[in-house]
């Protein structure tokens, strides 16, 4: 907390450079910083005074030589709705949704889950190549979609599904991507898991996660902010979130982001998923402060740190932080602690790296999807028979958009040379055309009958 | 990366004592170091002012011209204290005053640029401005009076941060707006290089078409400047070269710069536009003042000839020209010069057709030759035109080592160089 407060005495309300900073640079003649904030008044600069004169920061003297303690043992706290048992701690904090909206969340949570069961197996089964699955994350998928407007612009990693799921994307476009089929939006070009939707304002994943050799560069919060700049200078009353893991905020790109995001006064949502683990990499070899929460206000970011398990806690700051960034054109920072119950995608195997005690509490004492059917049980809007058929139901579902979607040919071999400019350049064109030729010759030995004609 | 060269004052970053006569480019260096410091740093000034153009590309010796009394002398006192100064090793040549475009107007490289940034701000409301040092004009001035005229909110600086500023315009263009982005120097877009090659050039093909990044342009000085040494006068464009989804520009003048460049911007593919710092005074000439567009992805031959091929771009396209010209006077030979403009993708049909016909290629960059873009013209070239070649195809570059400091005149691939390449061909 000292590391918090301090911060917090030090910036203050204000961001950038304090008033007498800005005079100073006045003096020797910078136009630019001068011209940008000429609402300035003119006050005396005088080396007679003694407060500090610095540009680079808005603070006080001090005599006393005293290290800043990094904070770690007793963090930044997490702010939750419900306990563990899925009860209203403080009822003031209950946002008191209506049935429909929650029996919403918990059917898009649960649907995701069986969605996730399915693929998994499928890709243990050889049907798909590759599957990340969602298991624990749901509440911050869930939480944070629901508390965004539909038009709000969504930066994802790749552990986001739910937020595709909560805004209705069909379970047979879920589908086509995994299998790259001819219904894939994305033209079969990526691996599984790497969904995008233009009309949902869901904006194509990118990672480049090969089966061996997983990367954590996968969150780019450049662009987010870049769109969320544009957005307010459209006056579009849209807010931009960008979603990472605490493994991807290591990469130089979270820095560049956070910082451009806060110079620049973007409206913009920055939603860590601290999810304990980048792929085998526990969050203690991943960083020593203490945790994501504590580096936003480093950048003069507003940060909150809440349990990611809780759908309610997840959605209540989701919601005032969306309502506060587009107001004041700033970016906040939501760090959701939470728990990766699965493995890292298909190509890991947890157990190499933790125990299957640690997961199993997870998924049997604090599991997003149980506090939840908890809440709802207790307040009578859901029972055991509901849950028996909705399973069956969200089973059968899942297993027609599968089946349907594995029975569809790959697209055309030729559009694996569309899209890499808006027009084929002449040189592309005569490579695919060279392709076409040589597998007038050669076809028998390419898997022609599994892609369109 | 460190703070940047400012090229209107003299090459080194040290300052010189008020006493010594301030002769940085005509620009007063900034005061106040130790004399021993601004001694040398005066030394400097005068070893690496750079020239402006109509100076023949030959060394002139110096005989302690102005120097004043009460100097620290330099280790080779007693013997003839010749200095050595350096002319560029080009000369710009402008070409004729375009007519089809309406008024033009006396314009140097910069100038240009800023004319084209000023019409892009105009017609398209969607487009911002943005990097390291943008908001004052920039540090090769290419920025100047833009914010004045355009607001804070489409003209405005960054923190230093060029993965930042790149994924920032990618994020703009994202959501269909023009995002105009500055790199400091070309030597510094490499932190930039996944943004650009794992995120801009993939955006579109990765999405299958829903989203792309079309309306992002980079922009970086680029190339030899006399003085530059490791980090100021890099020539990238093979890294990028290497990349599908992007374009990659470098114009050889003021005219060319304003209309590739409004090109780019308005491309919807994202765009890399390099220019050659050098020209940004050197290269003066009428340019319209209207917006008006050079298509990309376009070569142009810019002196007809029979005899043996010259492909360049930037700065060196200057070079070659005077090499056609060595090679008529003293050889009788007659070359046909072609300025590739677009790097990629390059336009392979008119390069060939010359080569069809003259029988001889000679390509020539400042980067280093090993995998220097060069390689990859020359490579296509032999395939496509085989039977045709009367020798084997000449790349004349850099050599294969960081661009020097002090051996700058050692390592550019210069006139001579190019001359005695070309001799050799005709000879084979």
Sequence with gaps: MAVVTAAARVLGSSRGLGQDGLLLLR???????????????QQRFSSLDDKPQFPGASAEFIDKLEFIQPNVISGIPIYRVMDRQGQIINPSEDPNLPQEKVLKFYKSMTLLNTMDRILYESQRQGRISFYMTNYGEEGTHVGSA?????????????????????????????????????????????????????ERHFVTISSPLATQIPQGEDAHPGPAVGAAYAAKRANANRVVICY???????????????????????????????????????????????????????????????????VFAVYNATKEARRRAVAENQPFLIEAMTYRIGHHSTSDDSSAYRSVDEVNYWDKQDHPISRLRHYLQSRGWWDDEQEKDWRKQSRKKVMEAFEQAERKPKPNFSLLFSDVYQEMPAQLRKQQESLARHLQTYGEHYPLDHFEK | MGPPLQPNQCGSRLGAPPSL??????????????????????????????????????????????????????????????????????????????????????????????????????????????????????????????????????????????????????????????????????????PAFDQIVNEAAKYRYRSGDLFNCGSLTIRAPWGCVG??????????????????????????????????????????????????????????EQVPVEPYNIPLSQAEVIQEGSDVTLVAWGTQVHVIREVASMAQEKLGVSCEVIDLRTIIPWDVDTVCKSVIKTGRLLVSHEAPLTGGFASEISSTVQEECFLNLEAPISRVCGYDTPFPHVFEPFYIPDKWKCYDALRKMINY
């Design chain 2, 21 to 190: 006569p301030a002769e940085c480019g005509g620009v007063a260096c900034k005061p106040g170091l130790r004399v021993g410091m601004a001694v040398a740093a005066a030394i400097a000034c005068r070893l690496l002012r750079l020239r402006a153009a109509g100076a023949g590309g030959h060394w002139r010796r110096l005989r302690g011209a102005g120097l004043p009394r009460g100097f620290l002398q330099p280790a080779s006192a007693g013997e003839d204290a010749a200095q050595w100064r350096r002319v560029a090793h080009f000369t710009f040549q402008p070409d004729p005053e375009p007519l089809e475009y309406g008024q033009t107007q006396k314009m140097n490289l910069f100038q240009a640029v800023t004319s084209a940034l000023d019409n892009s701000l105009a017609k398209d409301p969607t487009a911002v401005i943005f990097g390291e040092d943008v908001a004052f004009g920039g540090v090769f001035r290419c920025t100047v009076g833009l914010r004045d005229k355009y607001g804070k909110d489409r003209v405005f600086n960054t923190p230093l941060c060029e993965q930042g500023i790149v994924g920032f315009g990618i994020g703009i263009a994202v959501t269909g707006a023009t995002a105009i982005a500055e790199i400091q120097f070309a030597d510094y877009i490499f």
């Design chain 2, 227 to 284: 003085h530059g040494a490791v980090y100021h006068s890099q020539s990238p464009e093979a890294f990028f070269a290497h990349c599908p989804g992007i374009k990659v520009v470098v114009p050889r003048s003021p005219f060319q710069a304003k209309g590739l460049l409004l090109s780019c911007i308005e491309d919807k593919n994202p765009c890399i536009f390099f220019e050659p710092k050098i020209l940004y005074r050197a290269a003066v």
């Design chain 1, 244 to 310: 990472f893991g605490e493994g991807a905020a290591s990469e130089g790109d979270a820095h560049a982001g956070f910082n451009f995001a806060a110079t620049l006064e973007c409206p913009i949502i920055f939603f860590c998923r601290n999810n304990g683990y980048a792929i085998s990499t526990p969050t203690s070899e991943q960083y020593r402060g203490d945790g994501i929460a504590a580096r936003g206000p480093g950048y003069g970011i507003m940060s909150i740190r809440v349990d990611g398990n809780d």
């Design chain 1, 146 to 198: 629901a508390a965004l407007d539909n038009t709000d612009l969504v930066f994802g990693q790749y552990r986001e599904a739910g937020v595709l799921m909560y805004r209705d994307y069909p379970l047979e476009l879920f589908m086509a991507q995994c299998y790259g089929n001819v219904s894939d939006l994305g033209k079969g070009r990526q691996m599984p898991v790497h969904y995008g939707c233009k």
């Design chain 1, 27 to 41: 003096r020797l003649g910078v136009r630019g910083l001068a011209i940008s904030h000429p609402q300035r008044q």
